[in-house]
Nanobody, 115 residues
């Protein structure tokens, strides 16, 4: 089992920045990939960015050039630095971990970007 707890969401004006954090605990040595997804109102959950155990990153086109995923192995925490935020980035952001063929999800953190 892997437990994920997100933090760092909030209200920000367009053009601003936020940094989301995801703290992982449990059977963390089995995590192959960890990252962020989001779900806006009326939309399906979509990929934002992921990072593998080897450090390979993957970004949605909407995140490229604005968002950066990183991890702190000592703290077992994954971060999502979000810059140049747009109103369309408004969503609940979920942390996801893929481990031993299973998917684990956090409860999400709300990001609201005002115009």
């Amino acid at each position: 089992q892997v437990q994920l707890v997100e933090s760092g969401g909030g209200l920000v004006q367009a053009g601003g920045s936020l940094r989301l954090s995801c703290a992982a605990s449990g059977i963390i040595f089995g995590i192959d990939r960890i990252g962020w997804y989001r779900q806006g109102a009326g939309n399906q959950r979509e990929l934002v960015a992921t990072i593998t155990r080897a450090g390979t990153t993957n970004y949605a086109d909407s995140a490229k050039g604005r968002f950066t995923i990183s991890r702190d192995n000592a703290k077992i925490t994954v971060y999502l630095q979000m810059n140049s935020l747009k109103p369309e980035d408004t969503a609940v952001y979920y942390c996801n971990a893929a481990a031993s063929g299973m998917d684990y999800w956090g409860k999400g953190t709300l990001v609201t970007v005002s115009s």
